[in-house]
């Protein structure tokens, strides 16, 4: 990058890249349903091809509560990396929270509790992420690297394991990897 | 646009293009203060020109309080016409919603009742619409327009009338003619 030209954009997803909701959706769902379904369990699937929703209506209502997004704990090194990024690059943080509106304002509030760095101005929340005018997006769900018009960085997670097509990263210290070590 | 072509996509703003926020917002300040502001008083200005916020406390608070939007009247023929557009092109609407991040449940809300042929993938809460990837946005807002990489098309509002540089449509009436009458 020369010093003139205008920092790069990124585009980070929220659930599962930044917080970690499959660990608590599924303490809920074991703790109600007096099951022991685990993150290994989800390889290559979504939790809804595991566990049948119509049997545990609770599985969606946990994403829908006040306080699930509220407790998430952050990825491993996404506060330190993401601040390191934040100085070579423009960080958007996009969402896809509107398949869950009530969700709005807690992931909010979560945002501004653990990345005090991120201005409003850059916080996304949308559906379809093919609308982000950006050069990369780091998000779990290939369906919405697939709409993207840049580069899509597929962050891991059980249910994209048998995903190909893009770059993926493990967790944020891979991120770190790619975007900063050349710097 | 030949057959072949993926419709061109338009992004619409919602307060004061879609929603008539200004009018909502002076009778709440009118009837709280004893004053008689009326849309002609702001000819060029925002409503923060004209009366002075450390003195009107109120007057922030009036877009923060779960009501405000709940209430607001959609502008005239915006219904229909939007209707329209979404039958030539793909419609997204986008609020900068981050400014007063108590609306986002209101303006989801709103825009449920007055328009349900938005599908929620279609719907953006973002603060600086730099990031949006489309081909025109329609905003009442010129530093919006500025930082947008497309066709700016500026709705008429008190507060811009000396704004030069982009079309302006002052109705929905004057969208249709722009985006539909060559159809």
């Given at each position: 990058m020369k010093k003139s030209d205008p920092p790069k954009r990124i585009c980070v997803d929220m659930d599962e890249v930044m917080a970690d909701s499959i660990t608590e959706h599924l303490a809920r769902y074991n703790r109600d349903y007096h099951d022991n379904i685990t993150k290994d369990d989800l390889r290559g699937k979504w939790i809804w091809d595991v566990v049948a929703i119509d049997r545990h209506p609770r599985l969606e209502e946990y994403l829908r509560s006040d306080d699930f997004f509220a407790v998430l704990d952050v990825m491993p090194d996404a506060q330190r990396v993401l601040g390191r990024l934040q100085q070579h690059y423009e960080v958007f943080i996009a969402s896809a929270a509107m398949e869950v509106p009530t969700s709005f304002n807690a992931k909010y509030r979560w945002l501004a509790r653990h990345f005090p760095s991120i201005p409003a101005t850059h916080i996304v929340f949308c559906g379809?992420?093919?609308?982000l005018r950006a050069d990369y997006l780091i998000d779990d769900n290939p369906r919405q690297l697939r709409r993207f018009v840049g580069e899509g960085i597929l962050y891991d997670a059980p249910h994209n394991i048998a995903v190909k097509g893009f770059r993926r990263v493990c967790n944020w210290l891979e991120i770190e990897e790619f975007f900063l070590d050349k710097k």
């Open positions: 379809d992420k093919s609308i």
